[in-house]
């Protein structure tokens, strides 16, 4: 056959090897693309995931973001309208104190009355929610008092029963009772045994962080097989005189508790126990905090994904609290 003349629907040789070479690159790019085990490619992650270090490709959430939380005193208060604060403020979140031993000792009490019943109802119409607080100042916990064997699993279980509650807090001030840190752990396994319910610890913060018994008690209550989700810390925040201080000071005592709540968690790395903290400073008077603190503590919180950021005591002026509100909320 002639040099220049070639059989029909054949390509020129140059053409013809430039098209091998191409057909092989793109093979070798695909390969590579491709898994070790031949399957193709899994798709790319929702923004949210994060990258698994086992070989099976397991998707996770970040932590949410930080949430402002609205205490409300049922002794201070006891007609606050839930639903009429969220449509004014946007905040959606509510903590609900206190309930305390009554009767014999084994009947959960509020210390304000009447009992904030219907009105959480029309706030999770709204699509808010409110956590219900064990213990705390206006009486006796149930804890110490409810000493029946299964009794004190019971009283938990009414209340969290006839409020629907899906998140409950204990407000612990019993850390040097052994006995009833015990019996509170092993009522709050056996309700999480039963129901998704997210447990908090409310604890007040000291300028080295938690106190020794505190620690130990975190450490004794997740040993007897509950599961403290969130830490939340009361931080006395004092006068406002010298702010960048009393701020810097707040923020060392949790960093010093942060490392304590990772012990007592069993966590690995200190690192990961922030968004197991809550902060909430109490006001001794409304002037205590002001616009600056609210954007600093809302940063604070917000840079360290903190769980929620409260407030407690007196109330600040409103337009301080919106700061927070429109941040966190």
Known sequence: MPRHTREPGLLPRPLAILGALALVAGTGTAIRLL????????????????????LSPVVSEEPPPTAYVTFVDS???????LPARYRRTGVRRYALGHLVAGGDGCVPAWTGSPAPGEPIGRLRALGGDAVLVFGGRGGRALATTCTRPGELATAYRRIVGAYGATAVDFEVRDSADRTAVLRR????????QER??????????RPGGLSP???AMLRTTRRAGADIETVNLLAALGPRTAHRSRL?????????????VARAQGLDDPEEAW????LTPVLAGGSDLGASDARTLAAYATRH?????SLRGADPPQGVSRILWRALS
Not at 251 to 258: D, E, L, Q, S
Not at 275 to 278: K, S
């Open 35 to 54: 898994p070790a085990d031949g399957r193709p490619a899994p798709a790319a992650p929702p923004p949210l995931a994060r990258p698994s270090p086992s």
């Open 75 to 81: 002794a201070r208060e006891p007609a606050f309208d």
């Open 185 to 192: 752990a092993r009522a709050i396994h056996a309700l999480q």
């Open 196 to 205: 998704d319910l997210r447990v908090s610890f409310t604890l007040p913060l």
């Open 213 to 215: 018994a505190d620690a």
């Open 248 to 260: 810097g000071r707040v923020a060392t005592a949790v960093r010093a508790a942060r490392a304590q």
């Open 275 to 278: 968004e197991r903290i809550a």
């Open 305 to 309: 994904r903190l769980a929620w950021l």
